[in-house]
Every structure is written in C-alpha cells, then in structure tokens.
C-alpha cells in the first residue's frame, strides 16, 4: 500500500527527470544498491565526488547529483563546466536520456542530472537549491519503486560534507545495534537526523570562527526546545539527514524554494512520523561562506563575519523565552478542558497570553473545539497547528515585543545550567 501511494506521488507531483530515467532504468539491475544519496551541486567543486569515490560503501549505494544554476546565470558558470568535466573524465558513462546520465567507475554508479549547460533548464530563482533536491530525491523514490533499490531511504547532504564510515548504518540491521537511532527504526519513522561538526578545512580563522558560533547557535537552539518539550527538537540541515520514501511521497517532497526547505520538509515529516536523530553518525561539514541560498548557514556566516569586524558580539533568542515556551507547551496537555471557556486559561504569564494572542491562537481553538471529538485527536491538531514555524513565530513575537537577542555565550551559559532529554 505505501509503494502504491508513492507511485502515486511520481504520477502527479514528481520532477521531469523521472520520466527520463524511466526510459534507461534498465541501466540499473534489481536491487542494484540499497539506497540512495541525494547531493545538490551549483560552482562546487568535484572534491565530494573524490571522497565519494573512496568511501567504503560508496559501491553498494547511488550518489544521485543535481548539477544545477539559477535561470539567471546567462551562461554556464566555470565551475559548473569543470565539475561536469571530471564527472566525464572519471566515470564512463553509461547510458543517457535527456539531461539525465548513468555513469560508472567500476563498481561505483553515479546518477547525475544536468540542470546547468542548458539555459531553459536552469532552476527558478524562487525554488532554487529545494527544486534540486526535489529532483534527485523524487529520481531515488522512483527507483525504490521500480525495484532497483533495496531500502526506502533516500540520504540528503551537500557537497561540502565528508561522510564518516558508518554513515549509513541507521539503516543496516547487522549494525542497528551499535549505532542505532534514538529509538528503535521502524515503519512511523519519516526521517533521520544525523550529528555533525564544523571543520576548518580550508577556511581562515575568521570564517571557521563564525562557523563555530553560528554551529553554538544550531545547538543551543535545538537543546533549548528539547528543554521545553517540544516535538520539534530536531536539527534541520539539509547536509545531515535522511528521509523515508513513503513518508516523503506522503509530504509531496521537497519544498520548491531557494532556502529553508529542509526545515519545511522537516515540519511536514514530523505530523506524520517520528524524526530521530542518531547521534553515532556524526558529519563534518566544512566551514565557509556562500551565497548559494538566501538564507542557511552559509549568509549567516558571513553575517557574524561582517560583524565581528565591526567588534559587535552575535546575539541570538533569549534563553527567557524558551522558559515561556516551556510554561506554554506544558500549558497546552490542558487545553481540552478549556475548550468551551477559553476565558478561563490559566495562562502562564500575561506576555505569553499576549504573545498567543497575535499569532492567533483563538482562532485555532475555535477551529479545533468544532472539529476534534476527542483529547487525542485535539492534542494532535494542537501540535500539527504549533509545529516548527508555529513555534519559531512564537520565538520571534518574544524577542520583538519582550526579550531582546543577547549575547550568544551568555544564552549558552544560562542553557548549560537546563536539564533536558538527552539532547542531541
């Protein structure tokens, strides 16, 4: 029933290049490899090729790489060129339709999409880097369902993550013993998030030192809402997770934007399944700055850079509001009492009665009282409602209207002195 739904979504919501690799799939034997890694690549240079090429499971898994450039690029970027060069220099390649290429190194398979040298193909500015994965994830989704891959996963990372060994061991039953997941994998798993760690690689010591505080800010943020109970206390990078295929088939994959779509695909996964994070597999990302995305770890980067020469500290959400957020979530195992006198709330302090009140919460209530017969169903809907953007529009009415950003190293001084649930 689930490969059912997800030839579903191929049908109707899958990219172009699926039908081109219908086409050639015979390329591919049965069960080929046991899944699939999806890399996006635009002006990168072929160094994630080389690594993938001596990693030690690189033969029974397929690197799927989306060479791509925004459609207003004129021409093809040099980069660009010399990447897809070293790509036909090292592997062979074996077969073609459309932009879409099967390469080998012995016993190494490459799937590479061209999405750069023609211009009508260039992405979108507005969907950008999230339309690339889209691509090279809906392309491993049709080939777990045409049988040529073993696992319904599909692993997402960018060019400028080196892999560890045990990478993919999430999905290994002979190794889910030692480097297990949080929790036991199973079928309601929609997705994995993996441990990680900026490198200096070949940074200067100001941009490997921004990187280091922008990485704080990523774990400090994280921890802090598993310090208040929130269902969302997940990493959301896009180099370090991987997904389920039905669970992504489910969500209509990834959002079509140019940043912040692996925190949308997160948010959708996380209503539908449990996103476990595995803190055995730990990523090394390199630190640099880029303007790739609009937003993400690159532009903030280079932000904190800018201001550090200007001698001005990174200042980030105040711990105080993640105390509100705590007192707000426990508040809310409450709420179906209160769902025909919402005057009677005992509201945890007026600014988060304030705070709920701009977002709306009334009119989710209203909704949810005429919709939900019962208190699991409305705790359900509650925490569909207050989900990962919820909760961030609820950090940042906070901070405009109460807690102005402090300095990151006080916020991580009040966090160290929280206890909370094994946080990643």
């Excluded at 993996?194 to 921890?223: L, M, P, R, W």
């Amino acid at each position: 029933m689930a490969k059912q739904h997800s030839q579903k979504y191929l049908a109707t919501y899958a990219e172009p290049e699926v039908q081109s690799l219908a086409q050639i799939q015979e390329c591919f034997a049965r069960d080929a490899f046991r899944a699939s890694l999806a890399i996006p690549a635009y002006n990168e240079q072929p160094n994630y090729l080389k690594r993938w090429m001596l990693h030690p499971q690189a033969q029974h898994y397929l690197l799927i790489t989306v060479v791509n450039a925004p459609d207003t690029q004129r021409t093809s970027s040099a980069d660009n060129i010399q990447l897809w060069q070293f790509i036909e220099s090292q592997f062979h390649r074996v077969c073609r339709a459309d932009n879409v290429s099967v390469f080998e190194q012995g016993p190494i398979k490459l799937l590479a999409v061209d999405r750069f040298s023609n211009a009508s193909q260039r992405l979108p500015k507005r969907q950008g880097v999230g339309l690339a994965r889209k691509i090279a994830c809906d392309l491993s989704v049709f080939l777990y369902c045409s049988g040529r891959q073993q696992f319904p996963w599909v692993f997402s990372s960018d060019a400028d993550t080196h892999l560890p060994e045990n990478y993919f061991s999430a999905i290994h039953n002979s190794d889910r013993r030692k480097h297990s997941c949080t929790n036991k994998l199973n079928t309601k798993v929609s997705a994995l998030v993996f441990n990680f760690e900026h490198i200096q690689a070949g940074a200067c010591d100001e941009v490997f030192a921004a990187t280091q505080s922008y990485q704080q800010a990523i774990k400090y943020y994280c921890q802090q809402l598993r310090y208040a109970r929130s269902p969302y206390a997940f990493y959301t990078l896009g180099s370090a997770l991987a997904i389920n295929i039905h669970a992504y088939a489910a969500v209509r994959g990834f959002p079509k934007r140019p940043g912040g779509e692996d925190f949308y695909l997160l948010n959708k996964l996380a209503k539908i399944g449990a996103v476990q994070h595995c803190p055995a597999v730990k990523l090394a990302i390199e630190a640099r700055t880029s303007q790739r995305v609009p937003f993400g770890t690159g532009p903030a980067v280079q932000k904190i850079v800018e201001q550090s020469s200007q001698a001005i500290d990174y200042r980030y959400y105040s711990p105080h509001i993640f105390q509100e957020l705590k007192h707000w979530l426990a508040l809310s195992t409450q709420l179906w009492q209160y769902r025909d006198s919402p005057a009677s709330i005992p509201w945890p302090s007026v600014r988060c009665q304030q705070s709920l009140g701009r977002l709306p919460f009334s009119r989710f209530l209203l909704h949810a009282t005429r919709q939900c017969k019962t208190e699991t169903v409305f705790n359900k809907a509650f925490h569909d409602w207050f989900d990962s953007f919820m909760t961030l529009k609820f950090i940042h009415d906070m901070q405009d209207h109460y807690y102005p950003a402090q300095d990151l190293q006080y916020c991580l001084r009040i966090a160290d002195g929280r206890q909370t649930d094994s946080a990643p």
